[in-house]
């Protein structure tokens, strides 16, 4: 025969055990929560040296005429800049034989100049090249800067040479510049890292990321912590930029300055740039 005490004992231990139970399905429905992490998009930029383009050259055997057409990109907007063919090459400098017309640049960095000079003995196989500067004038080091060049090749003696403006001449400290943009975005908070090389050593540059693209640029959208290079020329700088509410998948770019001095044409001249591009 079960005794009163015995029951009251089991059902005290009974009570006990559904008060833990309760407790810890509390806990489990308030602070026991898992919390699910903010999605994370990435993004990168492959940054490269800026402006590139064509310099189309066409010689008239009757006339002796050079017609010469520049056609460039990933200039700053609305610059100037004098352009020339030289003699040398693009490593290894000469002085001016023609002067061309100045390059001049529209809203979006892009530019396109046709000029003629008197040639008599049509383009030459070889020794000579296109050299654009930074400008506007050529009075200062950072002014004469060469920013593209291209050597004129014609081993078949041909009336029409394309040559294609991609670099600066090796000599032009800071416009061999390369490297990486790494963007992501984990809930509203973006962080961008550059890793950079071929900077001028010790030199400060300001970064940005721009509405638009390389090949047609435009208004900044965020400023980025400003690009201090080592000894060798290297640089590797981090920003966190809050409440952005998406990386586009088209319509960014990133852009590095050949200095701090962006109210400078000079100083605003891009010397790496780099479509951001999803994944």
């Known amino acids: ?13 009974f009570g006990v055990l559904g008060i833990v139970a309760l407790l810890l399905l509390s806990a489990c429905s308030t602070g026991g929560t898992t919390t699910t992490p903010p999605a994370v998009t990435t ?17 008239n055997p009757s006339t002796h005429m050079l017609t010469a057409k ?18 040398g090459s ?37 020794g000579f090249y296109v050299n654009v500067h930074n400008g506007p004038g ?10 593209v060049c291209g050597d004129i090749a014609n081993p ?22 390369s490297g990486t943009a790494h963007l992501s975005l984990s809930g509203k908070t973006l962080t961008v890292r550059l890793t950079l090389s071929g900077l001028e050593p010790n030199s400060s540059h300001a970064a940005h990321i721009h509405l638009g693209s390389c090949e047609s640029q435009g208004d900044v959208k965020y400023p980025l912590t400003t690009v201090k290079a080592d000894a060798s ?16 998948s088209t319509g960014w770019y990133v852009n590095v300055h050949h200095s ?18 999803l994944g």
């Open 233 to 248: 020329g290297k640089a590797t700088v981090t920003t966190v930029i809050p409440d952005v509410a998406s990386i586009p």
């Open 90 to 126: 693009c490593k290894n400098q000469g002085n001016v034989v023609y002067p061309l017309p100045n390059v001049v640049a529209d809203a979006h960095g892009v530019a396109t100049m046709s000029g003629s000079i008197s040639l008599p003995t049509g383009i030459p196989a070889t």
């Open 70 to 87: 520049l056609s460039l990109v990933g200039l700053a907007p609305k610059s100037t800049h004098p352009a020339h063919i030289h003699a």
């Open 138 to 147: 050529l009075s200062t080091n950072d002014q004469f800067l060469p920013i």
């Open 156 to 177: 078949n003696h041909s009336n029409t040479v394309r040559v294609t403006m991609q670099a600066a001449p090796p000599a032009s400290a800071g416009e061999t510049v």
């Open 260 to 277: 701090t001095a962006l109210t400078t044409q000079t100083g605003f001249d891009p010397i790496a740039c780099g479509n951001v591009v």
């Open 1 to 13: 025969m079960v005794t009163k005490s015995f029951m009251k004992r089991h059902i005290g231990v």
């Open 43 to 59: 993004a990168s930029a492959t940054l490269k040296h800026v402006p590139h383009g064509t310099a189309d050259l066409n010689w």
